[in-house]
């Protein structure tokens, strides 16, 4: 099975800060990666797929960038709205796994 | 607008079983790969299962291969999960959600409490 290891576990940062979220793969996915995010007691929503495109009605202050095992989400400038609990996801092999997540915390 | 339902949740033993359902409307759903993914209390997300829109090609993870069982009725827009042999660790929220390009459409998900 493909492992997908997230860092950072926990990120503190305050309302304008740029963050970065980094997702790493144990093979090959190319750019089958999708990023969801989770706010308590909800379902996940999904921001990003195929790596880098941004799912419609997604704020464009989201990025995603990477292919191969490497992979980043990036919010330039954090929104309140944005604190939440980060997944990324492969789907390029049978199992489908997610990352541990990450959770941004206002510092 | 497009939905996703689920329902069948309960508390069951260890050992029992439970049939998980889940409706599309507002979509073509014959169209729509679906999964199910769940999540433990204060866990991550696990995917379990999926199945292709025409029911004809199914996927498991090792966790629940020969004791659950994904199936799809498009003439109703359901989608089910039967889970048989039920354990302490397989207790989470269950997610039906379509797979576009990632996971695009969720539901509210349904609580599958598995205790004596």
């Known amino acids: 099975d493909i492992q997908m290891t997230q860092s950072p576990s926990t990120l503190s940062a305050s309302v304008g800060d740029r963050v970065t979220v980094t997702c790493r793969a144990s093979q090959s996915i190319s750019s089958w990666l999708a990023w969801y995010q989770q706010k308590p007691g909800k379902a996940p929503k999904l921001l990003m797929y195929?790596?880098?495109t941004l799912e419609s009605g997604v704020p464009s202050r989201f990025s995603g960038g990477g292919s191969g095992t490497e992979f980043t989400l990036t919010i330039s400038s954090l929104q309140p709205d944005d604190f939440a609990t980060y997944f990324c996801q492969q789907y390029s092999h049978y199992p489908w796994t997610f990352g541990q997540g990450t959770k941004v915390e206002i510092k | 607008e497009e939905q996703l339902l689920e329902s069948g949740g309960g508390l069951v033993q260890p050992g029992g079983s439970l049939r998980l359902s889940c409706v599309g409307s507002?979509?073509?759903?014959?169209?729509?790969?679906m999964s199910w993914v769940r999540q433990a209390p204060r866990k991550g997300l696990e995917w379990i299962s999926a199945?292709?829109?025409?029911?004809?090609?199914?996927y498991y993870a090792d966790s629940v291969k020969g004791r659950f069982t994904i199936s799809r009725d498009n003439s109703k827009n359901m989608l089910y999960l039967q889970m048989n042999s039920l354990r302490a660790e397989d207790s989470a929220i269950y997610y039906c959600?379509?797979?576009?390009?990632?996971?695009?459409?969720w539901g509210q998900g349904t609580l599958v409490a598995v205790s004596s």
């Open positions: 507002g979509y073509t759903f014959r169209n729509g790969p």
């Open positions: 195929k790596a880098a």
């Open positions: 959600a379509r797979r576009s390009s990632g996971l695009d459409l």
């Open positions: 199945i292709s829109g025409s029911g004809g090609s199914i």
